[in-house]
């Protein structure tokens, strides 16, 4: 069985970049249908993922993601503007994708961050999903939470995984 992978934009490749993070998780029971609208309504994030709060999106979007839609989160300490740069349901058999660019502090600055976070959600024979996460990082930010023991970035994206598991679980059980 062949898996899926995410599409990298140019200059966020991992590898060539400060971070590199990548979690994923495959559950029996759910599908992409149950987990797709809980990821695609970023104001929704804060209610499974504690790491996440005062969600906004801009110029009266949403409440669900669209390619070249910008909105505001904050996480791990930072205040991030980010734009969608991949939106793609999950339909017919073929994967849903999402993805931004989230950027904090100025151009040039000591304190920049940029970052590419792309989610694949798809569904498994046997009744099962995959979730898979990565982000790409860019920045002096970026090369310090690379250096950091336990990794933040792994661990955070974790408990993200987790939370949306655990909430798409009980959703499903209403």
């Not at 599409?7 to 992409?32: D, Q």
């Not at 910008?70 to 980010?82: D, K, S």
């Amino acid at each position: 069985m062949k898996m899926n992978a995410i599409h990298w934009p140019e200059g966020y490749v991992p590898g060539l970049t400060e971070n590199f993070a990548s979690n994923e998780v495959i559950v029996a029971g759910l599908n992409a249908a149950d987990i797709w609208p809980l990821l695609a309504e970023p104001a929704r994030w804060p209610s499974y993922y504690a790491n996440s709060a005062n969600v906004r999106l801009h110029d009266g979007k949403g409440p669900v993601l669209a390619d070249g839609d910008r909105f505001y989160f904050e996480t791990f300490g930072f205040p991030v503007e980010a734009q969608c740069n991949e939106y793609v349901a999950p339909a017919g058999g073929h994967p849903g994708r999402v993805a931004w660019h989230g950027w904090a502090g100025e151009v040039g600055a000591d304190d920049r961050l940029d970052v590419h976070h792309a989610w694949l959600v798809e569904d498994l024979e046997g009744g099962r999903v995959r979730i898979l996460t990565q982000e790409t990082q860019k920045g002096k930010p970026a090369a310090e939470l690379h250096a950091a023991k336990p990794n933040p970035m792994i661990n955070g994206h974790q408990d993200w995984l987790v939370g949306l598991v655990d909430a798409a679980r009980m959703n499903k059980a209403r």
